[in-house]
């Protein structure tokens, strides 16, 4: 089964802090993923199946120091290999607004 979301990513000085939102309000809301290098976030990137060309933009707005938005479609296996490894925490599931 296919998802749909979107990767936001940030720099932190020499850190970058990946999350991903997925497009179904009642989709799993995964913790933020650190990744403590450029290569790293290349690696995750690919793993996620985003193009090179999208890498490489998002590079070029994040070493200009902006935020890098990348619409995202991947399996729940894929979501899970990428993200759950982050150690500190678990998914959980996105409550509706009330």
Same mark, same amino acid.
């Given at each position: 089964?296919?998802?749909?979301?979107?990767? &936001? /990513?940030?720099?932190?000085? +020499?850190?970058?802090?990946?999350?991903?939102?997925?497009?179904? *309000?009642?989709?799993?809301?995964?913790?933020?993923?650190?990744?403590?290098?450029?290569?790293?976030?290349?690696?995750?990137?690919?793993?996620?199946?985003?193009?090179?060309? &999208? /890498?490489?933009?998002?590079? +070029?707005?994040?070493?200009?120091?902006?935020?890098?938005?990348? *619409?995202?479609?991947?399996?729940q296996?894929?979501?899970?290999?990428?993200?759950?490894?982050?150690?500190s925490?678990?998914?959980?599931?996105?409550?509706?607004?009330?």
């Open positions: 089964m296919t998802e749909e979301g979107i990767l &936001s /990513i940030v720099r932190r000085e +020499t850190t970058y802090q990946v999350r991903y939102a997925s497009s179904n *309000p009642h989709g799993l809301e995964w913790p933020p993923y650190p990744c403590p290098d450029e290569g790293t976030l290349v690696a995750l990137l690919h793993q996620c199946g985003t193009d090179p060309w &999208s /890498i490489q933009q998002a590079g +070029t707005e994040l070493r200009k120091g902006r935020m890098a938005v990348l *619409p995202l479609r991947c399996t296996a894929q979501l899970q290999a990428s993200f759950s490894s982050n150690r925490g678990a998914q959980t599931r996105v409550s509706a607004a009330a």
